[in-house]
Nanobody
Framework: QVQLVESGGGLVQAGGSLRLSCAASGRTFSSYGMGWFRQAPGKERDIVGAISWNIGTTYYADSVKGRFTISRDNAKNTVYLQMNSLKPEDTAVYYC????????????????WGQGTQVTVSP
């Protein structure tokens, strides 16, 4: 069992930056693939980025490529999402999730979810 708690969301102006953190409980964090997802009002939840258990592989959605960076510190049981050059269309609730697979970009393969943190980007 893994429990995930996101933090770092908030209100920021377009062009600004935010860093989201996701703290995980559980002794097997380092074996999980981790992902960040987001859901805007009236839209489906979509993947933003993913990182493999050994930090060897990352994935980014085209919409955030070059602006967002996903990273993890297995010693701290934490995964991060650095978001730069934010745009109003990045406004959403951001969720971190853990997959028992070592790496996945498929939302259905994520087994554990955090409660989400709101990110709002003003024009």
């Amino acid at each position: 069992q893994v429990q995930l708690v996101e933090s770092g969301g908030g209100l920021v102006q377009a062009g600004g930056s935010l860093r989201l953190s996701c703290a995980a409980s559980g002794r097997t964090f380092s074996s999980y693939g981790m992902g960040w997802f987001r859901q805007a009002p009236g839209k489906e939840r979509d993947i933003v980025g993913a990182i493999s258990w050994n930090i060897g592989t990352t994935y980014y959605a085209d919409s955030v490529k070059g602006r967002f960076t996903i990273s993890r510190d297995n010693a701290k049981n934490t995964v991060y999402l650095q978001m730069n050059s934010l745009k109003p269309e990045d406004t959403a609730v951001y969720y971190c999730a853990a997959s028992t697979r070592g790496f996945s970009v498929v939302i259905g393969q994520y087994n554990y979810w955090g409660q989400g943190t709101q990110v709002t980007v003003s024009p």
